[in-house]
């Protein structure tokens, strides 16, 4: 998310002095690392949680939106390798199909229904749906393998689905950013935020190796920092942030790089999640790229920590209260007793357990062929009483400084997210920076899923330049 400002910010108003502040020795080594996340370019192709299914049936509002969203990303993407911004294409984003799989008879129904509505939308043009195993082995061979005759089962496909190297993106937005002239600090952590009385802030610091202090004086504030945003914004005294607190999740990955098991499996695949299970702990079967080698993940197996980031403190979770969140904090623990039941139930299951539930999906998984890998931290928003499981902007009335809070769909949708942020925070500067915006991201303040045409033509121009899987063209498909 900083990167992606930062690139904005750079581009828009070059005069402009920027510093980005990183408490690790590098850049992107928290939830942006590769190994931290699932690398999925999140555009609703697969993900059931972004279309739930309600009293008033399926709607693709939420999915159309995210996939609207992702387009933009792709685009500002684009922009950027054609100006030599960013690195070959393959460094970052590799075309991987994005699809969901059920089994049983209540799962194959609301698949079905699920495919029925969204082949009616230009943005999944090329969807495919099937509920033949012999389709689905070509699709996805270890889902189908000695799995036993008669069982209901259906899978959907998009070949323009997309695995992203999120860390060697922001590793490359960065260095942009150097060579652009910000002013990029590692190893420094930021102490505290404070109002001056000119409107300013004051952001003092403190280096990690030599631990020596300093501050600097700033017009506006991003704090990108993942779970540590939280205790940032407390600190700045901004009353925007009452009433916010965090729940830290972590997580597990089941990982293989057996060339027999990568060889069969060329697809990211997500099913249903389990009751009281939180929408981050859908199951998933990914082919993952990371600097040029392929494998698998399986996940993810939710842990517990306090700590806010996996380089956190374990004292995160208690220096978070405040009398103004911690009525919300309460509540939250009172009406989630079946997420902490599902936490409890993760956290029991060993080695063999986790591969057991591999099984549902790959039935010839075997123990020794899979390891376990942590994932990252995500710190879920906690406001009013509820949890919540998207993307927050929080930002003061004046525009002077904002944060991010939550996780999903986190870095697929930086660009659109960090637009909003700064029409919000640069009201008067806005305007005047839209027609720069326009050239980074050609169709933006346009939806595309309304125009099939442009829907197409643009999914096709970011597709060659990103050297992705192009679209099919939008029409009404048969099912398989």
């Known amino acids: 998310m900083s990167a992606t400002l930062g690139t904005f910010l750079q581009e828009v ?35 059931l949680n972004y279309m739930p299914d309600g009293p008033s049936g399926l709607d693709p509002a939420k999915a159309i939106s995210i996939n609207e969203q992702y387009q933009l990303s792709r685009q500002f993407w684009a922009t950027l390798v054609e100006r030599g911004v960013l690195d070959e294409p393959t460094t970052f984003i590799n075309s991987t199909p994005h699809m969901t799989f059920v089994h049983g008879e209540k799962g194959v129904d609301f698949l079905r229904r699920r495919y029925e509505v969204l082949k009616q939308q230009p943005l999944f043009a090329g969807m495919e749906y099937s509920e033949d195993s012999r389709v689905i082995n070509k699709w996805a061979p270890l889902l189908t393998a000695k799995r036993l005759a008669g069982e209901p089962i259906a899978a959907t496909r998009v070949e323009t689905g997309t695995d992203v190297d999120f860390g060697a993106l922001t590793v490359q937005l960065v260095d942009n950013l150097r060579t652009g002239g910000a002013d990029v600090r590692t190893n420094t952590e930021v102490r505290s935020l404070k109002r001056l009385a000119d409107g300013t ?23 990108g920092a993942g779970g540590w945003a939280l ?34 499996h060329k697809a990211k695949v997500y099913s249903q999640a389990s009751v009281g299970a939180p929408p981050m702990s859908v199951p998933h079967l990914d082919a993952r790229i990371v600097d040029g080698e392929e494998s698998l993940l399986f996940g993810p197996f939710a842990t517990f920590s306090p700590k806010f980031l996996k380089n956190g403190s374990m004292w ?19 009406t989630n007793l079946d997420l902490i039941k599902y936490l409890i139930s993760e956290l029991a299951k060993n080695h063999h357990r986790k591969v057991e539930a591999l099984r549902e999906y790959v039935p010839t998984a075997k123990d020794e062929d899979w390891t376990l890998l942590q994932a990252g931290q995500r710190a879920q928003v906690m406001v009013g009483g509820k949890l919540q499981f998207g993307t927050e902007v929080v930002n003061a009335k004046d525009g002077s400084i904002a944060g991010l809070l939550g996780a999903s769909p986190g870095a697929s949708t930086a660009v659109p997210i960090m637009l909003e942020l700064m029409e919000k925070c640069f009201p008067e500067q806005f305007p005047a920076w839209k ?38 063209p939008f029409a009404l498909p048969a099912s398989v």
């Open 231 to 264: 205790r940032l914004l407390q600190n700045s005294g901004i009353p925007e942030i009452k009433g916010y607190g965090c729940f830290p999740i972590g997580g597990q990955w089941l990982h293989t790089s057996d060339p027999k098991l990568v060889a069969q």
């Open 13 to 47: 108003q070059p005069d402009w002095k920027i510093a980005l502040f990183e408490r690790l020795p590098e850049v992107a080594l928290e939830s942006s690392n590769a190994w931290n996340n699932a690398g999925t370019g999140h555009a609703a192709l697969c993900e």
């Open 435 to 472: 027609p720069t915006l326009t050239e980074l991201i050609p169709t933006y303040g346009q939806k595309l899923n309304g125009q099939p045409e442009l829907a197409h033509e643009t999914e096709a121009e970011t597709a060659e330049v990103l050297d992705l899987t192009g679209p099919v």
């Open 201 to 223: 802030w004051k952001v003092k610091y403190r280096r990690s190796v030599g631990n020596a202090p300093g501050e600097i004086r700033a017009k506006f504030v991003f704090v």
């Open 316 to 334: 995160d979770i208690v220096r978070q209260v405040r009398p103004s969140n911690l009525g919300s904090m309460l509540k939250v623990a009172v």
